[in-house]
């Protein structure tokens, strides 16, 4: 009750404040027209006219502070102001002064004609002012205290999007930054101006102008900047040691949402040197819309991003189906809340359940099947490779088995690329997941095809995250060996076109995706500590701590037997099956299944029987 009474008391005194301001302002706003009417000599102003002002005065002082009132110029809070309580009070000024005019001439007070556009004008001016000037002053002391330590940036790109956030940043009160230069290629530019800040010159003055103001960090403000523009940017920027931020793309300026709270940290996706992968998303449309889609894994980094772009297409029933609750109720959750419409279904079950599965396809009929579900990181699989067997190999066939069993039309099989030639447990399974559809397309009408991808970015178990953890931490960054490389392709990449590969699907098929050039693990690490505005080996260590078991130097997408086909879409590509004897395959699979249920100490010599491309690697 006491703090209520307090905060009311502040209200009151603010506002008895505000009164007394308004009648000098009034007071003021009625005797300068004359004064400025006749030289600004008060003497010479006539006595008729001040007459007139007088007598009126005490009625014009109740009309403007009932008008205000009711404009609510007593209610604002004025440290926030901004462009709705300017109109407010200019509307509220011009009425004051209609009502001044009607008043004088209505009781036939004599004034010269001037008089009221004068006292229009100046009683705008002095409310203005009254009202701004502690935001002013309030927003001007902030400044100085905030950036005395600040922050000193340099903004590259003198856009409509530069401009926002330049525009943004000097304005705001709160803003601990101080622009110090701007950065761009448009010769015609340099020299000029954005809200008092010099563009200087093109990229090639980056490093100079950073050290010449001692730039803390570079904000690339290009929304627009395809992938190449933006790999040379930040590869000029790293010569600084300065943090990087930048906009995510120029979608954000077309809606209008450009400013500074758009800003990220540049992420290692910016260095792949490519532009975002496309596809067809039409003919993705027409092939999922109406249909009942399954998803198992469907909460993991690839399957929840399957469900998302397969919720984006209009399928007649999503049904997401995961062992892990926490992320079946999370990708529930984002769905829910983004496709109200969308009938979903998120079932808890494990793939290595042959009843659960078959009763959830008895129940609702998919299509189609994305079979996402995996046990996927090498090392802890070469740890426990019955449970990578179990999971990945067995969850696989019965999978395929309730699919043919309940009608569905085609079965979407998630690979990588550790099945070619492999040398860990995982991407052995995935092989041998690859031969198990590749057989069941022979046999029933169901169509069976897989899709083999390199890593991506940002997913479970990424490089990535792990690199930005240890980072954080201070380091060391931890590389397994220096000449290591991978695939990269992001997320949403890697899924809209494994969405475009069952478009293209017969049955049968292996689809490869071409995921550009590989990538130095290295050179991830030492662009991430730059990025992040350290040194490398001074602020932040790189350490090599050996490959892991399992683990290649390099992967590759395609074994040597298969050949390439292309299709319509020049970034997937169809491998050629490898023939091998199906009798000997399952009685090898039954094998298999037996001794991983009895939890066989060694199930390698196995696995190396079933896919002679397998061959176990300890360490290097």
Known sequence: MKIMERFNNQIMHRRIVLFIYDIMTVCLASILPLWFRFNSDYREIPEVYLTSVWNFLLINIVMTLIVFYLFRLYHSLWAFAGVAEAQNIVAACFL????NFAGLKLLQYPIPRSYFFMYAMILTAITVFGRFSYRFARGIKHKQQNKKNGVKVMVIGAGEAGNTVIKEIVNSAFSTMTIKCIIDDNASKWGRYIQGIKIVGGRDKIVEYAALYGIDEIFIAIPSANRATMKALIEICQETNCKLRTLPGIYQLVNGEVNVSK????????????????VDMDSILNYVKGQVIMV????????SELCRQIAGHQPKQLIIVDIYENNAYEIQQELKFKYPKLDLVV????????????????????????????HKHVPLMEDSPNEAIKNNVFGTWKTAQAAVQNGVKKFVLISTDKAVNPTNIMGASKRICEMIIQT?????????????FGNVLGSNGSVIPLFKKQIAAGGPVTVTHPDIIRYFMTIPEAVSLVLQAGVYAKGGEIFVLDMGEPVKILDLAKNLIKLSGYKVDEDIKIEFTGLRPGEKLYEELLM??????DTENKLIHIGKPIEFDEMQFYLQLNNLKHAVESECADVRPLIQEIVPTYVPKKNV
């Open 263 to 278: 800003l990220r940290d540049v992420d290692v996706e910016d260095l792949l040197g490519r532009d975002p992968i496309k």
């Open 347 to 374: 079932l808890i079950a494990s793939v290595r359940n042959t009843n659960r599965m078959n009763n959830i396809m008895q129940k609702y009929h998919p299509d189609i099947i994305y079979h996402a579900a995996a």
């Open 560 to 565: 040597n037997e298969e050949g390439l086909q």
């Open 296 to 303: 198992t894994g469907g909460g993991g980094s690839i399957g």
């Open 440 to 452: 069941y397309n022979r046999h029933y009408d169901t169509e069976f095809v897989a899709v083999r």
């Open 96 to 99: 004051c002064a209609v009502l």
